[in-house]
Structure formats: structure tokens, C-alpha cells
């Protein structure tokens, strides 16, 4: 059983920052890409960014592309996200995720495939 548990959100003023952190247990780590998603009240789930099983490659959306980034220390079993110049609009549930294949090469931003998630963390942007 994978157990993925989210930390480090909370509340901040736009223009600020937050680092959260995505504890991984239950298979190897270092073979799977990860990545974060995110939903707002009222809204879809979204993909925000992803890293590959190794870390060499990254993927964001283009919301936050330049303010956002992704990384992986696969000897402590977790991937952060680090999140500079907040804005109000980042307001929602960041959620962690684990691929479902195996050393998959390209990260992936469809959220059917990845198959374990976290429970999620609060990240609120005040304006």
C-alpha cells in the first residue's frame, strides 16, 4: 500500500511564499514519477507540476511556470513544491500523486494516471 502525505501549506499573503512537502511510503520512490495537482472550490482538479522518476525532467502548467518548482530527494522518499510570488488565484487543495508506471519518461499531466494520492493540504493566498 503507497501512503503519500502532504505538508507545509497555509495561509500567506499574496506575493509570498510556501514550500510544501510530499512524504512517499510503501514502494520505491525513486521509480515513479510524481507530481501536484490542485483544486479550487468549484473547480476541476488541475495539474500544476510534475517531475520524472529521476528527476531530471520537469513539467509545469503555465500558470505557474516561473513562480513554481518541482523537485524529488529520492533518498528521503519525498517531492517538494516550492511556491514563490503567490497570488490569490493559487488559493486551493494541493494535492500529491504517484504515477502508475513505472520509470515513465515523460511527466504526465492527466490525473488518470497516477494512481495514488495524497490527502491533500490547504494553500490559501490572501489578497
Known amino acids: 500500500q503507497v501512503r503519500l502525505v502532504e505538508s507545509g501549506g497555509g495561509l500567506v499573503q499574496a506575493g509570498g511564499s510556501l514550500r510544501l512537502s510530499c512524504a512517499a511510503s510503501g514502494r520505491t520512490f525513486s521509480n515513479y514519477a510524481m507530481g501536484w495537482f490542485r483544486q479550487a472550490p468549484g473547480k476541476e482538479r488541475e495539474f500544476v507540476a510534475g517531475?520524472?522518476?529521476?528527476?531530471?525532467?520537469?513539467y509545469y502548467a503555465d500558470s505557474v511556470k516561473g513562480r513554481f518548482t518541482i523537485s524529488r530527494d529520492n533518498a528521503k522518499n519525498t517531492v517538494y513544491l516550492q511556491m514563490n510570488s503567490l497570488k490569490p488565484e493559487d488559493t486551493a487543495v494541493y494535492y500529491c500523486a504517484a504515477d502508475r508506471t513505472l520509470h515513465r519518461m515523460v511527466v504526465n499531466t492527466t490525473a488518470k494516471e497516477y494512481d495514488y494520492w495524497g490527502q491533500g493540504t490547504q494553500v490559501t493566498v490572501s489578497s
Open positions: 517531475v520524472g522518476w529521476s528527476g531530471g525532467n520537469t
